[in-house]
């Protein structure tokens, strides 16, 4: 069956730095990858769709990056905020699954 | 505003009771989902539904139904079958039909807890 791997559990990094997040995935080719955010007690929000056929998506300071050959995706948050401080989940197409998600906190 | 609107958002439960969630929304999606989410283990699918009057089971549908009578709507209840219900629970909605490459919108979960 498929599998999502998200690598980090939680990330803190200072304020201004860059934060990149790992989505990995087996068994599966997914026409397209997204990426949601989530604050505590809270249901995720949608930021990002990228399909197979695009190497990169960018939307104001977040960016993702789709390699099927690696059957990985980067999310980036240049100049991070603390305001970014949230978990950050990835999913695959319409599979409907979600990986574990990555706490990510920064620090002033 | 269009949404998807989970009540209520705290819910207590007796041993050996069955409990509904409760969950609509307003921006006229065809595909519903539910979601348990626990500590450290992401969200879990429950059920799924394409289609008013039908539904699937999601990879953890043991000790829980579902009903999808209206477009807008996707009850969940939690029987007493389920051992371990205490859990945030999430409903979402997608347009689905001919449109691909649609995001889901969350509600904003109920927390259920067992007296």
């Known amino acids: 069956s498929q599998k999502i791997e998200q690598n980090s559990e939680a990330l803190n990094i200072q304020e201004g730095k860059t934060a990149t997040l790992t989505c990995n995935y087996t068994?599966?080719?997914?026409?397209?990858l997204q990426w949601y955010r989530q604050d505590p007690g809270r249901g995720p929000v949608f930021l990002l769709l990228?399909?197979?056929?695009?190497k990169e998506k960018r939307k104001e300071r977040l960016k993702v990056t789709f390699d099927t050959t690696l059957k990985q995706s980067l999310f980036h948050i240049t100049a991070s905020q603390p305001a970014d401080s949230a978990t950050y989940l990835c999913?695959?197409?319409?599979?409907?699954?979600f990986g574990a998600g990555t706490r990510l906190t920064v620090k002033p | 505003d269009g949404g998807i609107t989970q009540s209520p958002k705290y819910l207590f439960r007796k041993e050996g009771q069955n409990v509904t969630l409760s969950c609509e929304q307003n921006?006229?999606?065809?595909?519903m989902y539910w979601y348990r989410q626990d500590p450290g283990q992401g969200l879990r699918l429950i059920y799924y539904?394409?289609?008013?009057?039908?539904?699937q089971k999601g990879d953890i549908a043991e000790g829980y139904s579902v009903s999808r009578e209206k477009k807008e709507s996707f009850p969940l209840t939690v029987t007493s079958a389920q051992k371990n219900p205490t859990a945030f629970y999430l409903c979402?909605?997608?347009?689905?039909?001919?449109?691909?490459?649609?995001?889901?919108?969350f509600g904003d979960g109920t927390r259920l807890s067992i007296l």
């Open positions: 979402a909605s997608r347009v689905f039909r001919g449109r691909a490459n649609q995001p889901q919108h």
């Open positions: 068994n599966y080719s997914p026409a397209y």
């Open positions: 990228i399909r197979e056929n695009e």
């Open positions: 999913a695959l197409e319409n599979d409907m699954r």
């Open positions: 921006l006229n999606h065809d595909a």
């Open positions: 539904s394409q289609i008013v009057n039908d539904f």
